[in-house]
Every structure is written in C-alpha cells, then in structure tokens.
C-alpha cells in the first residue's frame, strides 16, 4: 500500500509566518491528494482536493502544490484560525490513505 | 446545506459488535459514493471503509476486514457499519463522510459528519 509522510511532524509559528508543510508519497500518484484542517473537537475540513485546488469557502491564502510524489501545502499569512492539525489523503487508490498530520502552533 | 449525522456509538465490551449509522440530509444521498473514517483517541485518521452510490463497489481496510460490514439505504438516506468481534484498538471516534464528486470511486471527502465515539473495553 501507498504510504505517506509529513513533514515536519510539528511547527511553532507566529501569525503572518508563511508555512509550508510537506506530504510525500511512497509511489506516484499523480495528483491524486487532498488536504485537511482539523481543530481540536471537530470534524477534519478539506482545504485542497487534486493536489491543488482550493475547496469551496476556503481561503486563498492556502495553497497546495505538486503531483507524483512530493506535494506541499503552504499558508501565505498564518491567521490565528489557522493553528490546528494538518493531514494529506492520498486518492489515486484504495487503500485510501493519510499522512500522519502535522501539528501548527503558536510560537 | 450537505449534513451527516452519525449515531449508534457506545461502550462495548471485547468481542462485542455495535451497528453505526449515519443520516444525510441537504444532498443527493444516493449519488454520491461514502466512507467511514475514524480516528483512535489522540491519534491520526484512518480510512476503513467505502461504498460506491449504487452499492456495487465495497472497500475495507486490511485493519477491518473479515470484522466489519459497510452498507448503505439510499431509501432511507442513510449509511451504516456493522462492526463485529470488536477489540480495544477498534476504539475511537467514528466519522461518516462524503466523496466530493458524485458517483466518485476516487476523491477526496468533502463533507463529514461530526462522529460517534466507540469504546471497547471490559
């Protein structure tokens, strides 16, 4: 099965920073990989679907980049809404599957 | 507005099964393809299950198979898993949620209900 790694794990970061978290694929997958923002006590919500493009409602100060194996999601501004848990999904087959997540707090 | 409603969690004792639902309003239910995904407490989320619109098509994760049963009333507009000879590391909080395209086999999930907590324990 595809497996997924993100990096870094955890960041510390002010708001305005831009931050840039890296998911990479164990094999090609085209653009077949969204991203989630997951608070504390809620639901995950998709930020980006197909590698990169940005779901409705969401802000365009996030970003997702890449195709194949290596994919980024950036944040241009950090907002203070912003601090949560990111996670990347693979969909180019089954099992679906998501990256460990990456923790964004305040530094 | 798309909602997905999730029920049927509880505190079950090891070996035990327990029948989850999940009611979905604001949409087209029985177009759109679903999946249960849940996540263990602290940890990170987990796909273990996927039904097509139409029923035909049915994935489990290697950690679920041969345990758990994923089905769906496009009548009733509702999703449910079936989930048999449970074990603690089958404890978590369980989400339903939705593919983003209609008919979709691959995409990501666009819309998620707010999940049903599962405890397995003596």
């Known amino acids: 099965a595809i497996q997924l790694t993100q990096s870094p794990s955890a960041l510390s970061a002010s708001v305005g920073d831009r931050v840039t978290i890296t998911c990479r694929a164990s094999q090609g997958i085209n653009s077949g990989l969204g991203w989630y923002q997951q608070k504390p006590g809620r639901s995950p919500k998709l930020l980006i679907y197909?590698?990169?493009n940005l779901a409705s409602g969401v802000p365009s100060r996030f970003s997702g980049s890449g195709s194949g194996t290596e994919f980024t999601l950036t944040i241009s501004s950090l907002q203070p809404e912003d601090f949560a848990t990111y996670y990347c999904q693979q969909f180019n087959g089954y099992p679906f599957i998501f990256g460990p997540g990456t923790i964004v707090d305040i530094k | 507005e798309a909602q997905l409603v999730e029920s049927g969690g509880d505190l079950v004792q090891p070996g035990g099964s327990l029948r989850l639902s999940c009611a979905a309003s604001?949409?087209?239910?029985?177009?759109?393809?679903m999946v249960w995904v849940r996540q263990a407490p602290g940890k990170g989320l987990e796909w273990i299950s996927y039904i097509g619109s139409s029923t035909t098509t049915i994935f489990y994760a290697d950690s679920v198979k041969g345990r758990f049963s994923i089905s769906r009333d496009n009548a009733k507009n509702s999703l449910y898993l079936q989930m048999d000879s449970l074990t603690a590391e089958d404890t978590a909080l369980y989400y339903c949620?939705?593919?983003?395209?209609?008919?979709?086999?691959?995409?990501?999930?666009?819309?998620w209900g707010q999940g049903t907590m599962v405890s397995v324990s003596s």
């Open positions: 197909d590698a990169s």
């Open positions: 949620a939705r593919l983003q395209a209609p008919s979709a086999m691959w995409d990501v999930f666009d819309v």
């Open positions: 604001g949409f087209t239910f029985r177009f759109y393809s």
